[in-house]
């Protein structure tokens, strides 16, 4: 099992980023994908999940500016960050999960076993 995500970068307050989570050793029928972010000197924080039935889950904090989506051909999950503040600044990673939890385990980064390398976004003018 293997994530890679990719698609930092720098961008200015207010824009857009679109990061990738390309996966291989499993299909999203028996696993749940997560998306985490950590911020210098701070815990790891839920951002998204997205769960077989392609049900999809997001931070309170980030509903309405961030989207998990996948392509199951391309064994690829997005995160689609929109409106992104200097807050947003942070290593995003993707995780891979049982397709078993329910959906308050989804929320914490201890329940996902695979995880990728991260990808550092900075929002900053």
């Known amino acids: 099992v293997q994530l890679q995500a990719s698609g930092g970068g720098l961008v200015q307050p207010g824009g857009s980023l679109t990061l990738s989570c390309a996966f291989s050793?499993?299909?999203?029928?028996?696993?749940?994908i997560g998306w985490f972010r950590q911020a210098p000197g701070k815990e790891r924080e839920f951002v998204a999940a997205l769960r077989t039935n392609n049900n999809r889950y997001s931070s309170d904090s980030m509903k309405g500016r961030f989207t998990i989506s996948r392509d199951s051909a391309k064994n690829t999950v997005y995160l689609q960050m929109n409106s992104l503040t200097p807050e947003d600044t942070a290593v995003y990673y993707c995780?891979?999960?049982?397709?078993?939890?329910?959906?308050?385990?989804?929320?914490?980064?201890?329940?996902?076993?695979?995880w990728g390398q991260g990808t550092l976004v900075t929002v900053s003018s």
């Open positions: 995780a891979a999960g049982s397709a078993r939890l329910i959906v308050s385990s989804l929320f914490a980064a201890s329940n996902y076993h695979y």
């Open positions: 050793g499993f299909t999203l029928d028996y696993y749940a």
